[in-house]
């Protein structure tokens, strides 16, 4: 399942304790902490509904409420004051801003249906948190643990690999880009998606150690 992209970047904060509004009132952040998602869309249905607060790009002021349209009715009037906020500090920004937004619709329409769900997932972080070092994976770290620690064995990494190489596929033909009745191209289309797969297993796979490696090799 894929992974809530603040929950992983920030575990503490995007948790259940951070995210508790309250007796009786459900906990903010509890979908963050898992199990995850199983596409792009119902993540970023998440992302609108839980890290898309209404807050002024200056002061960073939020206005909560169930109520969004009451919330940005009321954050128009704050942008009226004849007396124009402070700027605040940029750390109390919060979620996803419209600029990011825009930045991610304009990314689906750029790329349609054609990036798998691992890539567009890393497009998503990169727009969230420009600069910031990518996870080793999109994954949910307890739900979908499917990459290979250091430890792993070659059989079990080989798992690791099939397994991505069948989402990919999967996906490829769902949407008609491959077509096994056709022998002109199913050569082509599976020879992309097992390279695709493999790049995108040798970015997310974490690299083994020496001792690990020897290890492996005498087993």
């Not at 600069?131 to 990494?157: N, V």
């Not at 999967?170 to 998606?193: F, Y």
């Amino acid at each position: 399942m894929l992974a809530c992209p603040f929950h992983k970047c920030d575990s503490t904060k995007y948790g259940i304790q951070h995210g508790n509004s309250g007796s009786g009132k459900k906990h903010r952040y509890r979908a963050c902490t898992g199990p995850g998602f199983k596409s792009i869309q119902r993540l970023k249905e998440h992302l609108k509904r839980v890290h898309s607060p209404v807050q002024c790009e200056r002061c960073h002021e939020i206005f909560p409420g169930t109520d969004r349209a009451a919330c940005l009715s009321r954050l128009a009037e704050h942008r009226k004051m004849n007396v124009s906020c402070e700027l605040g500090d940029p750390s109390r920004k919060e979620g996803i801003d419209e600029a990011q937004w825009a930045a991610l619709d304009k990314q689906n329409r750029k790329k349609n249906q054609e990036t798998h769900r691992v890539e567009k997932w890393f497009e998503i972080w990169d727009v969230l948190f420009p600069g910031k070092e990518r996870p080793k994976s999109p994954w949910h770290d307890i739900a979908e643990p499917i990459l290979p620690m250091a430890s792993s064995s070659p059989s079990k990494d080989a798992e690791a690999f099939s397994n991505l190489f069948l989402n990919i596929m999967e996906h490829r033909m769902a949407q008609g880009e491959i077509d096994l009745r056709d022998p002109t191209k199913w050569r082509h289309g599976i020879k992309s998606v097992a390279q695709m797969a493999y790049k995108a297993h040798m970015n997310l796979r974490p690299k083994m150690s020496p001792e690990t490696s020897s290890s492996d090799s005498r087993n």
